[in-house]
């Protein structure tokens, strides 16, 4: 029993592909880890925007109308969504590791949910930068 | 040859990687503190965004909105570094996945003080 075994260790095998279904809850649950990720690279817009407004009005004046324009509105939105999305996922993984949840249908309507809540954000966003 | 590794040595302890439930943990306190931070920050960020110069100066020189951005923001940051170091585990391996991993920690870094530094600048 002391002795490391060396070899012929059973590998777990890559699932996703043609040996797994895609479902509701995996889906869901490898979308909270892309939105983690896409959060990660947005929030390098953020501080680029934080350290020219930071620098000076002439810094500032030459980035915020790129965070501004239509095409930084949308990368922002898409940040928004993801965040809220990820926080939400996050949110139902705490649930699940309190021993809350363990249920296929309720686990699927959290799936639904957090689609659903991320999309409520980032349309109340919209409308919210529209009234401004 | 003598055998370090006893059964009892194998058998207790914090397990093979000697990390016990420490990383679990770390994410699931982690997460806790991003539901609370991402609101927070979202909502100051958003109300700092469009505006004057003048007026984002006024708005992010404010003790508070500096504060407590700069803690959100420190938060969020740490929280998506340990994700993408997770994803990193999960999908490169050997020196390419150790070299990302450092990659990950690096920048995360980077983007903390740069943004630690931009709100200090303003805030002072």
Known sequence: MADVNRGNRPLSPFMIGPYYKPQLTSVSSIMVRITGLVVFGLSVVIIAWLLAASASETVFAAVNPIVQSWFGDLVLLAGVWCLTYHVLGRLRHVVWDFGYCWNVKVSESLAVGMFVGATVVAGLTFIAFLAT | ?124
Request: glycine share 8%; charged share 10%.
């Open chain 2, 1 to 124: 040859m003598q055998r370090f590794l006893t059964d009892r040595k194998r058998a207790t302890g914090l397990g093979s990687g000697r990390a016990g439930t420490e990383h679990h943990w770390q994410m699931l306190m982690s997460s806790l503190a991003v539901v609370i931070a991402a609101p927070v920050f979202f909502i100051l960020f958003a109300v700092g965004l469009q505006r004057t110069y003048a007026e984002v100066l006024a708005w992010f020189g404010n003790p508070f909105v500096a504060i407590t951005v700069a803690v959100t923001m420190v938060v969020i940051l740490r929280h998506v570094m340990f994700e993408a170091i997770e994803a990193a585990e999960d999908y490169v391996h050997g020196t390419l996945g150790q070299l990302t991993i450092v990659g990950i920690t690096w920048a995360a870094y980077l983007l903390m003080a740069v943004g630690l530094f931009a709100l200090a600048r303003m805030a002072l």
